[in-house]
């Protein structure tokens, strides 16, 4: 069982920027990909990026591609998600999601343990 709780969210003008954290705990990061998904109201769940802790393999929604940055800090056991150039679009609950079979994979049924979700809110 791996404990996640994600901080960072907020309300950001469209063009902004606001980084996303996710602290882990209660298993070997080392062994874990960790995934950033969203949730709009009225929409499901959808998948935005992961990273393979060991390696830092990454993968992006095209959506979010050269805009959102994921990344891991090995000292922190913590998983951010930057996100700049911030649209209207982009507001969603995000959550942060873990894979103990580590696999690089954008299915939200993939991943066993999830945090509780963080708002981010980009105002026109």
């Known amino acids: 069982q791996v404990q996640l709780v994600e901080s960072g969210g907020g309300l950001v003008q469209a063009g902004g920027s606001l980084r996303l954290s996710c602290a882990a705990s209660g298993r070997t990061v080392s062994s874990l990909a960790m995934g950033w998904f969203r949730q709009a109201p009225g929409k499901e769940r959808e998948f935005v990026a992961a990273i393979r802790w060991s390696g830092g393999h990454t993968y992006y929604a095209d959506s979010v591609k050269g805009r959102f940055t994921i990344s891991r800090d090995n000292a922190k056991n913590t998983v951010y998600l930057q996100m700049n150039s911030l649209k209207p679009e982009d507001t969603a609950v995000y959550y942060c999601?873990?894979?103990?079979?580590?696999?690089?994979?954008?299915?939200?049924?993939?991943?066993?343990?999830w945090g509780q979700g963080t708002q981010v809110t980009v105002s026109s």
């Open positions: 999601a873990a894979d103990i079979h580590a696999r690089l994979t954008t299915a939200s049924r993939d991943f066993e343990n």
